[in-house]
């Protein structure tokens, strides 16, 4: 059985790097860009809905120019808040603007092998194992798909892997790997044997989806369509901007929120317009291009005040925000990994973002480590610690124990020490061992994480999914295999 | 004189100036200047004054996409001058290159693309999500030496050798050279679909053309 899923609540501070004017001018700025420049959506259907709410629509480039008015109306039918449900109740995971919770990174297309420590091509059996390593993990509330089952027909792929998930946890999955109507079809069908039918899954919806925007200021057709298939069965639907300053968005942060704000509100809009009233999130993941040699950075200043600028718009439209942290170009679980991991994670957190992607990938989201999987969740332990902030009452100013020790002796020997040592944070992955100690073994942090992560993945034992139910779908997984490739 | 405007078209091209370049190239048809030594002794000086300062970390890439761009515009400029005089600029090969169908990543073929012209390619980019068939159809059209495949894309990847395998089922796989890359894409999975060339990145994909060229 998991335990219970931790999560970020009632900080004691919070960063907000944008003023409410700034706010606001970033608000205006979108309205403008989606009115006079437009956002492509190579969608027939996306375009027939645009057109029939009034916008103005070129066929011939699939650009949309939709009105502001269009856009704040339709983004008003957005619930703010909603649940994430599991499999198990218990982990269920409500986004309700006061909750900030965990995922692991997802779609890698490599592995550090957790025995051999060689990198792999992924494959199924990672999908699973890594599931079920999160699923014992306390800081973990969802999953991403984390890495990719490259050893499953490329058709049926981002089905294989959902179903290992479900296999081997009851915390709700969010999928990122699914980009046409056809898979997603076939995902709300896997969605509603798991939830027990489609009115099930509506009420609990064990399954999102998350899609992205393809900066600067387009939609990928495929994703959009497998969202609208998303958005009707009741799924919450999310659209992630990685737009990158100085590449696919302009050199400053004002612009690059900009440009990404303008994809996400107004693909988020088009959910609505579909489906009034269907939950929807933001999701954003900004970052700057490396002006050396153009690459995807995922990890510096810049993306850590995205972090927290990003919550700030989701707020203005009352939606839910998923943010990118955790996200680092480091080869290992090093220093730099270290750094970007924490200080992303830090401004998203500190600013209520309220699901963070996610633990456990490196090298720009394309390796998996499960020493970096562990280390990000006690970053996360940190980061929450923190943001407990420090209580001041009648207890925690102990005026009776100081007056009791006096000056010099100590507090060793006090009751308010003892019952309140355990609200102080416990190490877990710090060396703080004598110098001694180390210089014998040379070891450190990855090799403690690496080993809980083994002993985590030699005694876990998931809340088990029903036989008849696996043996479903099973079937239905070998049915799809079988169906020509779309 | 002519010192002069060699001067300032080598300028243009560090400035990234378009316009400014395309005016000294319509200069140069105007005072009777050779084209081919136009682009020699003016543009092109100014592109290796860029490179080099990009190879030692100095200027950044968007200088170096701009002095393309501004290479390009006096190129285009000069071209029905070379073309009166019967002559043409060498290019150290033809590529078409493009992002592979289902796969929407744009910016590293882009960036491949840019370099492999900045080195002296003619390079026909197809842009995103491009059938099978259509790079086929434009390697054959404009005579391709290589045709570059990238994707980003564990679910793509299987594009690059459903094209190997297309090119021979077409009866002319010797006649193009394959470079693959894109994120996921190794050196082992290039060999593995019987590609020719493979790079990491994109200053390694103008050294891989370079050597397909000298037929390596
Ligand atoms: C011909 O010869 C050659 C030779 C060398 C060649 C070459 C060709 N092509 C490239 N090279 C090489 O040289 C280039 C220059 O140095 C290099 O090119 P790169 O493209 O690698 O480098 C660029 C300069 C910068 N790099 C990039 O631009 C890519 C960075 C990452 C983060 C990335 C981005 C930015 C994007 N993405 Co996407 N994206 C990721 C990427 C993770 C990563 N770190 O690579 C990856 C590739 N994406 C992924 C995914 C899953 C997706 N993405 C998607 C979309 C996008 C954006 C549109 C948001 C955006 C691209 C924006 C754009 N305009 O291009 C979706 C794809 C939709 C589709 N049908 O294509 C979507 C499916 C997500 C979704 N659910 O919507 C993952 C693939 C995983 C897998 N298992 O296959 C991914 C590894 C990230 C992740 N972990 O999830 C080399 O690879």
Request: net charge negative.
């Given at each position: 059985m998991a335990g219970n899923i931790l999560s970020i609540?009632?900080?004691?501070?919070?960063?907000?790097?944008?003023?409410?004017?700034?706010?606001?001018?970033?608000?205006?700025?979108?309205?403008?860009?989606?009115?006079?420049?437009?956002?492509?959506?190579?969608?027939?259907?996306?375009?027939?809905?645009?057109?029939?709410?009034?916008?103005?629509?070129?066929?011939?480039?699939?650009?949309?120019?939709?009105?502001?008015?269009?856009?704040?109306k339709a983004l008003r039918s957005a619930p703010p808040t909603f649940t994430l449900a599991a499999r198990d109740p218990q982990q269920d995971l409500p986004l309700d603007g006061d909750h900030v919770f965990v995922g692991t990174d997802g779609c890698g297309v490599e592995v550090l092998d957790l025995e051999s420590g060689q990198r792999r091509r992924s494959c199924l059996q990672?999908?699973?194992?890594?599931?079920?390593?999160?699923?014992?993990?306390?800081?973990?509330?969802?999953?991403?798909?984390?890495?990719?089952?490259?050893?499953?027909?490329?058709?049926?792929r981002s089905?294989?892997?959902?179903?290992?998930?479900?296999?081997?946890?009851?915390?709700?999955?969010?999928?990122?790997?699914?980009?046409?109507?056809?898979?997603?079809?076939?995902?709300?069908?896997?969605a509603e044997m798991v939830a027990g039918g489609p009115l099930a899954l509506r009420q609990r919806p064990i399954l999102s989806i998350m899609q992205c925007t393809a900066s600067p200021l387009a939609q990928d057709g495929g994703s959009l369509e497998a969202a609208l298939v998303a958005a009707e069965a009741g799924l919450p639907v999310g659209f992630m901007t990685m737009a990158s300053a100085g590449s696919t968005a302009p050199a400053t942060p004002a612009g690059t929120l900009v440009v990404g704000n303008a994809e996400v509100i107004s693909a988020l809009a088009l959910m609505q317009l579909a489906f009034p009233g269907a939950p929807v999130f933001y999701a954003a993941a900004q970052t700057a291009m490396d002006m050396r040699t153009g690459g995807y950075t995922g990890g510096g200043p810049e993306d850590f005040l995205f972090g927290a600028a990003s919550n700030q718009l989701a707020d203005f439209y009352h939606v839910p925000l998923s943010m990118g942290s955790f996200a680092t170009g480091a080869k290992l679980p090093d220093w730099q990994a270290g750094v970007e991991n924490s200080l992303s994670t830090f401004m998203a957190c500190a600013s209520?973002?309220?699901?963070?992607?996610?633990?456990?990938?490196?090298?720009?989201?394309?390796?998996?480590s499960y020493e970096q999987m562990l280390l990000d969740c006690e970053i996360f332990a940190i980061i929450r610690r923190v943001l407990q902030g420090i209580r001041v009452d009648e207890d925690s100013l102990a005026l009776e124990t100081i007056a009791a020790v006096g000056p010099s002796s100590h507090y060793l020997a006090q009751k308010h020490t003892r019952q309140n040592m355990r609200s102080l944070w416990m190490n877990r992955f710090f060396d703080r061992r004598p110098y001694?100690?180390?210089?014998?073994l040379r070891d450190g942090p990855p090799d403690f994480a690496r080993a809980k992560a083994r002993q985590i993945l030699a005694s876990h034992q998931p809340q088990g999914m029903d036989e008849r139910l696996s043996a479903e779908l099973g079937d239905f997984l070998s049915y799809l295999d079988a169906e020509e490739p779309a | 004189?002519?010192?002069?405007?060699?001067?300032?078209?080598?300028?243009?091209?560090?400035?990234?100036?378009?316009?400014?370049?395309?005016?000294?190239?319509?200069?140069?048809?105007?005072?009777?200047?050779?084209?081919?030594?136009?682009?020699?002794?003016?543009?092109?000086?100014?592109?290796?004054?860029?490179?080099?300062?990009?190879?030692?970390?100095?200027?950044?890439?968007?200088?170096?996409?701009?002095?393309?761009?501004?290479?390009?515009?006096?190129?285009?400029?000069?071209?029905?001058?070379?073309?009166?005089?019967g002559t043409a600029r060498q290019v150290l090969g033809t590529v078409v290159i493009g992002t592979v169908e289902g796969d929407i990543h744009d910016?590293?073929?882009?960036?491949?693309?840019?370099?492999?012209?900045?080195?002296?390619?003619?390079?026909?980019?197809?842009?995103?999500?491009?059938?099978?068939?259509?790079?086929?159809?434009?390697a054959l059209e404009v005579n391709a030496d290589i045709i570059g495949l990238s994707t980003l894309l564990t679910t793509t990847m299987i594009n690059q050798r459903k094209f190997v395998q297309a090119l021979e089922a077409a009866g002319v796989r010797s006649r193009f050279k394959v470079l693959v890359g894109g994120a996921p894409v190794t050196r082992s999975w290039a060999a593995e679909i019987g590609a020719d060339g493979y790079s990491e990145d994109a200053s390694g994909a103008v050294q891989a053309a370079i050597q397909l060229m000298q037929g390596g």
């Open positions: 609540s009632q900080p004691r501070f919070r960063v907000q790097p944008l003023s409410e004017t700034d706010i606001q001018r970033i608000h205006e700025a979108t309205l403008h860009v989606i009115e006079h420049v437009g956002v492509r959506f190579p969608s027939p259907r996306a375009l027939e809905l645009w057109q029939a709410h009034g916008a103005q629509v070129d066929l011939h480039t699939s650009t949309v120019r939709a009105p502001a008015a269009l856009i704040e990672d999908v699973a194992d890594i599931a079920r390593t999160a699923d014992a993990l306390e800081e973990i509330g969802f999953h991403w798909v984390p890495v990719s089952a490259q050893d499953r027909p490329a058709h049926t089905l294989h892997e959902l179903c290992a998930i479900w296999g081997n946890s009851s915390k709700h999955v969010q999928t990122e790997s699914i980009v046409t109507a056809h898979e997603a079809h076939a995902a709300v069908r896997l209520m973002a309220d699901m963070l992607l996610g633990v456990g990938l490196l090298h720009g989201s394309r390796i998996w001694d100690t180390w210089e014998a | 004189m002519s010192t002069d405007i060699f001067q300032a078209m080598a300028q243009s091209v560090i400035d990234g100036e378009k316009e400014e370049a395309a005016r000294l190239a319509r200069q140069a048809v105007t005072d009777g200047i050779d084209p081919l030594v136009a682009i020699d002794q003016g543009f092109v000086a100014g592109m290796r004054y860029v490179g080099e300062q990009y190879t030692l970390g100095e200027m950044f890439l968007p200088d170096l996409v701009l002095a393309a761009e501004a290479m390009k515009a006096a190129i285009a400029e000069l071209e029905p001058e070379m073309a009166r005089r910016i590293g073929k882009t960036l491949v693309g840019t370099l492999l012209s900045a080195n002296g390619f003619k390079v026909y980019d197809l842009g995103v999500n491009v059938p099978l068939q259509t790079f086929l159809d434009k």
